[in-house]
């Protein structure tokens, strides 16, 4: 009944950019909220930006000025512009929607910088 479907990851060296799509779908709600989240290798998942209907983006600090998220409401799609892109960047990015108790994850897209 959720899906979240995610593309745009792949291989680019430090200081380059991707930008990351998240294609997002409920069949009993609505979705009015999408965050991406990191995680590299060995590491907790952690918050990397997020957008509600209505609000104002949200970035953890260690992205601010480089990174931005956005959405099209009428298509109901998530992107995450990076920019500036740095070798801790390198980790596995995820949609993620919720409602209620529940949390919603995409498959997960590899983005790997290379100095």
């Known amino acids: 009944q959720v899906q979240l479907v995610e593309s745009g990851g792949g291989l680019v060296q430090a200081g380059g950019s991707l930008r990351l799509s998240c294609a997002a779908s409920?069949?009993?709600?609505?979705?009015?909220?999408i965050a991406w989240y990191r995680q590299a290798p060995g590491k907790q998942r952690d918050l990397v930006a997020s957008i509600s209907s209505g609000g104002s983006p949200n970035y953890a600090d260690s992205v601010k000025g480089r990174f931005t998220i956005s959405r099209d409401s009428t298509k109901n799609t998530s992107y995450l512009q990076m920019n500036s892109l740095k070798v801790d960047d390198t980790a596995v990015y995820y949609c993620s929607t919720a409602r209620g108790l529940f949390r919603y994850w995409g498959q997960g897209t590899q983005v790997t910088v290379s100095s």
């Open positions: 409920a069949t009993t709600f609505t979705i009015n909220y």
